[in-house]
């Protein structure tokens, strides 16, 4: 399907390199673990402009999976994620763990960043036997080269063998290990705004970069680890990268309720999906946030036949069936855009977050079948109304945390 958005800025220009070293880069961090090689600053360009995302109508949210199991090269998920730009889904994700051999999904998603125009781009990183200040400076390098279409989705490692592969600690519960992921979360936020919008100042006759006064220490200290900052990357274009959740069992729950701007959750029918929402979005109330600023997408395995209706009687038309992997629905993809409009309509969730079981089978029928035909219908959009993954998905640009906190 052609994009009808407007074409994507010239690429940014490399970084200028400045006479002066920048004040705050000495010894920026105090962490109880040692630290891994520091990312490059992929762009120096100064941030996007801070103007708020003003109150839009409730949008249709798609996202995809491109998990290819057993791919060893970038280009095995590049004709996915150009399926996943070209039908204008809000993001992709791709899973990743220490248990599983296979690419680092971050690296993958940056080497796709500049082969994308529009889609958001969502790893999963872990934040167990990971360094919070490098987790949040490569996130923050993704959404520098994606130009604002980065996401986060955290994950954690619990397992005896994966603590073996980094000797410095021994296995954690889920609940202390999500708990942990909360903090790593808190600290990115507070490195990714140690930074202010306009600190990159470029001051060639004064031979200065940065101006240190609008630079800022993170100084948080978490239950396994500190970390001081600032960081060594600006602050990112979408201010914080979106961050998406699963929230299916009680502990990821209350992390996602807690810290996430996205909860996928699975679910098979329209009514657990409505049930649902309605109390993630009372907790994070209870949790001091602001309920709208929540996006609930249902999660599910799809597997499209090339037929219009379902395969199987009641299978597809009849809507997900639950399985010991989660909800999986299999069908035809006109029958998917039926349930995904009949949910979406009687406001039981934001969206759909889709697992293609055959990547590359489902996702063309599910872009150029089942998006098509919303986008027909009037009810998916039919061009992105922004640049950066929160404006797809209508969330505001966070403000600055350390701002916040002195004007108080």
Partial sequence: MPDSTPTPPAPQT???????????????????????????????????????VPPTPRRLHLAAAIDVPGATRVADFLPLARFADEGLLDFLTLGDSFAA??????????????????????????????????????????????RGRAGWRPGVSTSENEARLFGRRAAVTAREAWREAGEVVEAARLLW??????????????????????????????????????SIVPRPPQGHPVIVADADDPVRRDFAVRHADVLLVETSSREQAAAFSAEVRAEAARAGREPADLRVLASLTVELSGGEQAAEPGHGGGGPRPTAHGPHYRGGPVDLAELIGDWYAAGAVDGFHLRPAEPGRDL??????????????????????????????????????????SAT
């Fill in 193 to 230: 705004d140690s930074w202010e919008d306009d600190a990159e100042i470029r001051d060639i006759p004064s031979g200065r970069f940065v101006d240190r006064d609008k630079l800022h220490y993170a100084d948080y200290a978490g239950t396994t680890f500190s970390v001081r900052g600032p």
């Fill in 14 to 52: 490399p970084p200028a390199v400045s006479s002066t070293p920048p004040a705050p880069s000495t010894s920026p961090v105090v962490s109880s673990t040692a630290p891994a090689p520091t990312p490059p600053i992929a762009s120096s360009t100064p941030p996007a402009p801070t103007s708020p």
């Fill in 101 to 146: 051999p296979g690419l680092d999904a971050l690296s993958v998603l940056a080497r796709l960043a500049p082969e994308t125009r529009r889609v958001g781009l969502v790893p999963t990183v872990t934040t167990t036997h990971t360094e919070p200040f490098h987790v949040q400076a490569q996130l923050a390098t993704l959404d520098w080269v994606s």
């Fill in 364 to 405: 063309e029928r599910l872009v150029n079948g089942t998006a098509a035909l919303l986008q027909h219908r009037g009810v998916f959009r039919a061009f992105h109304p922004g640049s950066t993954l929160r404006e797809h998905l209508g969330l505001a640009r966070p403000a600055n945390l350390h701002l916040t906190a």
